[in-house]
């Protein structure tokens, strides 16, 4: 009854630095999510994946990449890391991505730091 | 563009009604929710609330709508160490797509003895 997994938990990182977040779900949901949480600014989305093959940008997606390897798992890049990057990030999954009540199901967050 | 507004902080004391408090912009929502962040883990639905019905109750938590002045709130009654966590406020408008959620910043609740 795993849900959503999300590896590394934490991670600490030098600026130019390059990781990738692991995010996979085993609900067979279509939608998938990739959020950051930044103390009293909540939780803003960077990418989501509507569908497999598809992605889109949100909220915030400078200095990040994703990719939707297959319906479970969803990616995400940051390919040259800043500090301005440190934050918690948390991957979510729902089905579908409209036309319902829209709850989204969260990973347990990985812990990001970049020095 | 849209927003949703919620206090960082509330402390309440043991046994005594929570009450958290949430205003929304969005005069389209159809959806709203409050999820709740316990320590080192992911967000979670506690409950949600169609924007046809004024309240709804689950138990301890009971959820009011105003939806002229765009304010929702949530009462724990019976207040729990176990309530300990932070409960973002969220909504959506019309039938989007879920990545269109807004969510507020949390309000961070914590238990005195």
């Known amino acids: 009854n795993a849900g959503v997994t999300q590896t590394p938990k934490f991670q600490v990182l030098k600026t130019g630095q390059s990781m990738t977040l692991q995010c996979a779900q085993d609900?067979?949901?279509?939608?998938m999510y990739w959020y950051r949480q930044d103390p009293g600014m909540g939780l803003r989305l960077i990418y989501y994946s509507a569908s497999e093959g598809t992605t889109d940008k949100g909220e915030v997606p400078n200095g990040y990449n994703v990719s939707r390897l297959n319906k479970r798992e969803f990616s995400l890049r940051l390919e040259s890391a800043a500090p301005s990057q440190t934050s918690v990030y948390f991957c979510?999954?729902?089905?579908?991505?409209?036309?319902?009540?829209?709850?989204?199901?969260f990973g347990e967050g990985s812990r990001l730091t970049v020095l | 563009g849209e927003d949703v507004e919620q206090s960082l902080f509330l402390s309440v004391r043991e046994g005594d009604s929570s009450v958290i408090n949430c205003t929304y912009t969005?005069?389209?929502?159809?959806?709203l929710y409050w999820y709740k962040q316990e320590p080192g883990a992911g967000l979670q639905l506690l409950t949600y609330i169609f924007s046809n019905m004024d309240m709804k109750q689950d138990q301890r938590l009971t959820v009011l709508l105003n939806k002229k002045d765009k304010h929702l709130s949530l009462r724990i009654a019976d207040t729990q160490t176990g309530d300990s966590a932070i409960y973002f406020c969220?909504?959506?408008?019309?039938?989007?797509?879920?990545?269109?959620?807004?969510f507020g910043s949390g309000t961070r609740l914590s238990i005195r003895p």
């Open positions: 969220a909504e959506i408008g019309g039938y989007s797509s879920a990545s269109k959620i807004i």
């Open positions: 609900m067979n949901h279509n939608s």
């Open positions: 969005d005069s389209s929502s159809t959806y």
């Open positions: 979510a999954s729902s089905e579908p991505d409209r036309g319902t009540t829209g709850e989204l199901f």
